[in-house]
């Protein structure tokens, strides 16, 4: 079965600028986690969502928001971007949301800010 | 406050020996840990698994201890093959926390032939 699909996989944006970041989890999963992973900060869970409900958060600036379709797929954005928002964007999917059911992790988005 | 400690960076050994990759944290409310592996350019995959109430899990040529008394839990890779080079992080969860995973800093593991 297909895994889960992030999109695109590299982007260079500048200073200022916003971001929106695609993840189409795996087929029948309706929770979708982001996580940023930095080389000083390492990965970091930055929100939940499940059947369009936000239900998690982590620490991260209003800058950083997203929000789940109908169709679970996931978006999430980052307006007003600056240089330390450069990292791998990963999103899990799962079924329930729940660690002991498991998170399947896309290929990531690396976005770089300049 | 970094809750999920990988205190070796690196981690070097032969082909067919084993693999120890350690772990600590400190919130005591964790109740479910994973370890991950992650090769560049991909996203984590999920390795294996152990529940707060079992102090070890295995599958296969992995296997997962866990002291709860010592914060403390390891991965154990018998037999290491060169495959099994990459990153690898352990990660905990809090029960009903949805989504969120708490991650180690990550341990290089280099298999030599």
């Known amino acids: 079965k297909a895994g889960v699909t992030q999109t695109p996989r590299y982007l260079i944006k500048t200073r200022g600028q916003q971001v929106t970041l695609s993840c189409s989890p795996i087929s029948g999963h309706r929770s979708v986690s982001w996580y940023q992973q930095t080389p000083g900060q390492g990965l970091q869970f930055l929100f939940e969502y499940f059947s369009e409900t936000q239900r998690n958060k982590g620490n991260f600036p209003g800058r950083f928001s997203g929000r789940q379709f109908s169709n679970s797929r996931s978006e999430m954005n980052v307006s007003t971007l600056e240089l330390g928002d450069s990292a791998l964007y990963l999103c899990a999917s799962s079924a329930t949301g729940l660690s002991n059911y498991g998170y399947t992790f896309g290929s990531g988005t690396r976005l770089t800010v300049v | 406050d970094q809750q999920v400690k990988q205190n070796s960076p690196s981690l070097s050994v032969q082909e067919g020996r084993i693999s120890i990759l350690n772990c600590d944290y400190t919130n005591s409310m964790f109740d479910y840990f994973l370890w991950y592996k992650k090769y560049p350019a991909e996203g984590p995959t999920f390795l294996i698994s152990i529940s707060s109430i079992k102090d070890k899990n295995e599958d296969g040529r992995f296997t997962v201890f866990l002291n709860k008394s010592a914060k403390h839990l390891s991965l154990h890779i018998v037999p290491s093959q060169p495959g099994d080079s990459a990153v690898y992080f352990c990660?905990?969860?809090?029960?009903?926390?949805?989504?969120?995973?708490?991650f180690g800093q990550g341990t290089i593991l280099t298999v030599h032939p």
């Open positions: 990660a905990a969860s809090l029960r009903a926390s949805y989504g969120k995973l708490t």
